[in-house]
């Protein structure tokens, strides 16, 4: 499995720090260690097995990969993101204290996933774990040229990493486990230079009327819009709204005193971090 390499660069958060006291050393020691192939089940089991509301939970350095057949679903009510049935790897709730030691492991996560649920804990600490997965949920595209005369623009579109398929004119992604946005959707322009968003840039809705997929490999996207991004910018679009935020890579429920420390997300289905806590 490889990494996209935008997204080793692309950290939304490193450090969050909401509360910071003093932690005691927990009663249980969970240990996960990594193991080949989907560890989701193992993940589930070493929670539920959990015998006091003191625990710790220490992961091995590498990658954990976590595919959503073995993990706990539940249904969520999600701020700013889809309500419904999700598949959460981590589910940890009604602990007294709880403690995650990642020792620098990354969750490597496939298909439509909810890493971090954590309900209803007086004390969370969290520690060196960095979020990703195998396959983004985006479309990633650098602009090569437009006409806005003509209404269509052309992008030379990322393989490497990516997943995306042309059916019937339409830009079917990210193509994973059956799972496809109806849509483009929400499209902003990034400078690759820069590593920001375009100066002046539009949040496009994005439908096309056709995509075609020209010789060289490049793609015309067929669309009147208001806004064309400039050439040499880089369009990343993450599909429609109803669809395009399963859930956040961490959602802290009615918690309190959260630490976070050394914990990077490179990508999640919504947004980064959430959290309504109980009190501060």
């Known amino acids: 499995m490889t990494i996209p390499k935008i997204w080793k660069r692309i950290t939304f958060l490193s450090v969050l720090t909401l509360i910071t006291n003093s932690y005691t050393a927990a009663k249980e020691i969970i240990n996960i260690p990594l193991q080949n192939g989907d560890v989701t089940m193992n993940i589930r089991k070493a929670i539920e097995s ?5 625990i710790k939970i220490i992961l091995e350095k590498g990658t954990y990969f976590c595919k959503p057949d073995y993990a706990t679903e539940k249904y969520c009510a999600i701020t700013n993101h889809g309500n419904g049935s999700k598949k959460i790897i981590f589910p940890i709730k009604g602990f007294k204290k709880v403690e995650i030691e990642g020792n620098g492991a990354t969750i490597l ?17 969290i520690s060196g774990i960095t979020i990703n997965w195998d396959i983004p949920f985006t479309f990633l595209a650098e602009v090569i040229d437009i006409n806005p005369k003509e209404g269509w623009r052309e992008v030379k579109p990322f393989r490497d990493g990516f997943s995306w398929k042309i059916e019937k004119n339409k830009i079917k992604f990210p193509n994973i486990d ?13 400078d690759k230079g820069k590593k920001k968003v375009v100066t002046g840039a539009q949040d496009m809705h994005s439908d096309p009327s056709k995509v075609v997929e020209l010789p060289n490999g490049n793609l015309r996207i067929y669309e009147k819009q208001k806004y064309y991004p400039p050439i040499g910018s880089l369009l990343s679009s993450k599909g429609d709204r109803e669809k395009d935020r399963y859930a956040p890579a961490f959602d802290f429920k009615e918690c309190q005193n959260i630490t976070l420390n050394n914990v990077t997300v490179h990508h999640a289905l919504g947004m980064a971090y959430l959290s309504n806590v109980l009190k501060i």
């Not at 959990?50 to 003191?54: F, L, P, Q, S």
């Not at 996560?109 to 600490?125: A, D, R, S, T, Y």
């Open 109 to 125: 996560c496939h298909g439509q996933l909810f890493p971090f649920l954590i309900e209803e804990c007086n004390e969370v600490k």
């Open 178 to 190: 059956g799972f496809n946005y109806s849509i483009l959707g929400s499209t902003l322009p990034f």
């Open 50 to 54: 959990a015998k006091t509301d003191d």
